[in-house]
């Protein structure tokens, strides 16, 4: 296996990571509207619209922010600083940048109630998808592990043995999406709950995984996707501390 991974079309060569990133947002997207026409949706469709609108910018924003704090030397240094952050995108950081915006977006519309629930397996089949699109591309983009003597050590284009980290993602995501529908199908949950378990358990895993892989180190010790990670928990913490508060108040109290 040579990487990049690339698709020939036309005497050209088409990189696998572009054309899977297009399909994790138009697959996950279609995924949405799947659920949202099934389950229903208590958001009118006006309101629905707003809050996906906050939850792209913020994601972008964020996603570029906390890709370009991973390695802030480089940021620091590169001629056209805005070029710099533009380019560099994670998907932690796109994740709380959304959080973040669709709660601006539902102050704005005074809204009150949590509307990620029906993000969550939209989201997990989307970023599957990615991270084949960043496997692919091997050591050609940041999303490679440290060398390791392990069974699971792959090439991945340089020579050495890596932690193949795109897939082990992918693995966990996978079982992750089990584990929410058996809860969900199992236990009743608040409005919200499902979402919230989403991101404790991708916290928890990105904030592991950035071990095994390369990064820049703040003065702390810790790369930026992992202060993130922990700022995030410490968002989450009445629900980490007191998990009743993800029970729906009848179930709560019994």
């Not at 709660?103 to 989201?123: I, N, Q, W, Y």
């Not at 699109?133 to 090439?155: A, H, I």
């Not at 928890?204 to 892989?213: A, E, Y």
């Not at 980490?240 to 009848?250: E, Y």
Request: some cysteine; hydrophobic content about 50%.
């Amino acid at each position: 296996m040579e990487f990049p991974l690339t698709i020939p079309i036309g005497g050209m060569q088409l990189p696998l990571h572009a054309v899977l990133e297009a399909a994790a947002f138009f697959t996950g997207f279609r995924y949405y509207l799947h659920l949202r026409r099934k389950q229903g949706d208590a958001f009118s469709s006006e309101s629905r619209m707003f809050i996906i609108i906050g939850a792209i910018f913020g994601a972008l924003l964020g996603s570029r922010i906390v890709g370009a704090l991973e390695q802030p030397v480089l940021w620091w240094q590169s001629a056209n600083p805005l070029l710099y952050l533009y380019a560099n995108k994670t998907v932690l950081g796109g994740f709380l940048g959304g959080i973040a915006g669709v709660e601006l977006a539902k102050k704005r519309m005074g809204e009150r109630r949590a509307s990620g629930d029906l993000f969550v397996f939209p989201m997990i089949l989307a970023l599957c998808i990615g991270r084949l699109g960043c496997f692919s591309m091997g050591v050609y983009e940041e999303t490679y592990g440290l060398p390791t003597q392990l069974p699971t050590g792959m090439n991945l284009g340089d020579g050495q043995l890596r932690h193949p980290v795109a897939l082990y993602e992918i693995l966990f995501l996978l079982l992750l999406w089990v584990l929410l529908r058996n809860v969900q199908q199992t236990v009743l949950l608040a409005n919200g709950a499902l979402f919230k378990l989403f991101m404790i358990a991708y916290l928890v895993f990105r904030f592991q995984l950035d071990f095994i892989k390369p990064h820049y180190n703040y003065p702390i010790g810790l790369s930026a996707i992992q202060i993130c990670s922990l700022l995030g928990l410490l968002y989450y913490t009445p629900f980490i501390v007191q998990p009743k508060k993800l029970l729906q108040p009848r179930y709560a109290r019994t």
